[in-house]
């Protein structure tokens, strides 16, 4: 009965909460870059009046239309385009903190050679059966295939063998390969490569590393979270920034993220010490927040008005390798997305570590949703576009109609064991089990 209760005392409801709220993101989120930013064409693209008889020559005349036409561009610095950029830095590495934290809970209970087997059917298994089938299905959407039942058929088996070589192409090849599904594989490797650390501290909690660990929430004045940590996110960006513009999870992005992963780790290794923090902290980490958002719209324009990718990255490209504006750059993007996810992090487990009946159902859900979502904002774009929905109401009706059909697709597919296996659904005793809060 004591052994019951800690497990029960163990798990932390606002960790799988955060999870499912940052997942269930990325739909509005991708919807909207499609809608303010014509990420995926201009075809599909609500918002999207390319002009007709104007002739645009050079690439100079093109650049100049699109600043004196078409606001909905990454570059713009409209409201909506700012809150895009706003979230844009703070959720994925959230997500990846998240994913720190439940591979801390997850290896506490395995052997290194089960963790890593897991790892495999959790992350491999539904990245490529996803990358080959959803990619698939977005080209058709996009106009991308022959609508016939050869070229369909041609279509699917071709993209299976070209979206496996492209797979191994260095940095770029992922994206082409994977698509969305990056994130799958950016967290296998990151799994693999911090195995060694995971190993050691579980067979030696009380020992150097785990102590050393620890240490990041006891230092004094909470200057370990507050201070430290950001500025190795903040060293990162230092020295990979300028030779690479951020590129959702390669380049700069992939040591970034790693560090993010990293720290969620720590978070639970050091778990009394830092929800200790986190509770203490919680009114000062929120205002401090607000300070760096605050840095960050500025950087933002400043990089509208100037042309240098400050927040972006890739300053070679512009002849600059460092000066002072790229060092301050660094340090207002990094504590920025810092204290964003220690402010979700705190708020979190103050008004979120409560169960639910529902949590364990939305758990399970949240692979298929985020496998299966890409091809069918696609397609809520084009149908939005269709009917001449334009702005907010393409994007409430697009959203809408995502997350109705993921959750039809989820329906289905969480009903037999082999496309549970495909998909990265687990078994309802295992995302119940209070044991942990098992990730992936």
């Not at 977005?138 to 279509?155: H, N, P, Y």
């Not at 490569?193 to 020992?207: A, K, L, Q």
Request: overall charge neutral.
């Amino acid at each position: 009965m004591q052994a019951d209760h800690q497990a029960k005392s163990t798990r932390r409801h606002d960790i799988d909460w955060l999870r499912v709220i940052l997942f269930g993101l990325l739909i509005p989120f991708h919807v909207a870059i499609g809608v303010y930013w014509s990420t995926y064409g201009d075809e599909i693209n609500p918002n999207s009046e390319p002009p007709s008889t104007e002739l645009l020559a050079s690439e100079e005349d093109q650049k100049r239309f699109v600043e004196e036409n078409d606001v909905y561009t990454p570059e713009s610095v409209d409201f909506t385009s700012m809150i895009l950029h706003w979230m844009h830095q703070w959720r994925l590495a959230a997500l990846f903190m998240i994913s720190g934290m439940g591979t801390a809970f997850a290896f506490k209970r395995r052997t290194w050679q089960v963790f890593l087997g897991e790892r495999v059917k959790r992350l491999l298994v539904p990245m490529f059966f996803g990358a080959w089938t959803m990619g698939f299905a977005g080209s058709v959407i996009l106009g991308g295939e022959e609508m016939s039942a050869l070229g369909l058929t041609f279509g699917f088996l071709f993209g299976i063998v070209w979206r496996s070589l492209a797979f191994w192409v260095p940095i770029y090849g992922k994206l082409i390969a994977l698509g969305h599904l990056w994130f799958l594989w950016n967290l296998f490797q990151y799994s693999l490569i911090m195995t060694p650390i995971f190993h050691v501290v579980r067979n030696s909690p009380n020992g150097a590393m785990a102590r050393l660990l620890r240490s990041s929430f006891s230092i004094p004045m909470g200057i370990g979270a507050l201070a430290l940590m950001p500025l190795i996110l903040t060293m990162t960006e230092v020295v990979f920034k300028p030779w690479f513009p951020g590129y959702i999870g390669v380049a700069y992005e992939w040591f970034w993220f790693l560090v993010f992963f990293a720290f969620g780790y720590i978070c639970i290794i050091a778990k009394e010490e830092y929800y200790r923090f986190i509770e203490s902290k919680r009114v000062a980490i929120t205002f401090i927040t607000a300070l760096w958002t605050v840095a960050f719209v500025w950087l933002r324009l400043k990089q509208h008005d100037s042309g240098v990718p400050y927040v972006d990255g890739g300053w070679l490209e512009n002849g600059i390798f460092h000066n002072r504006m790229t060092l301050l750059a660094c340090t207002i993007h990094s504590f920025h997305a810092w204290f964003w996810c220690l402010t979700l992090f705190s708020w979190g487990a103050h008004l979120l570590n409560r169960p639910s009946e529902n949590l364990a159902y939305l758990n399970r859900a949240v692979y298929p949703f985020y496998i299966v979502h890409m091809p069918l904002t696609f397609a809520g774009l084009r149908i939005a576009s269709e009917v001449g929905l334009r702005d907010y109401s393409a994007v409430f009706v697009a959203t809408a109609f995502v997350v109705l059909f993921c959750w039809v697709f989820f329906e289905g597919v969480r009903r037999t064991r082999a496309t549970s296996f495909l998909f990265g659904i687990k078994s309802p005793k295992r995302i119940a089990s209070p044991a942990s809060n098992e990730e992936n």
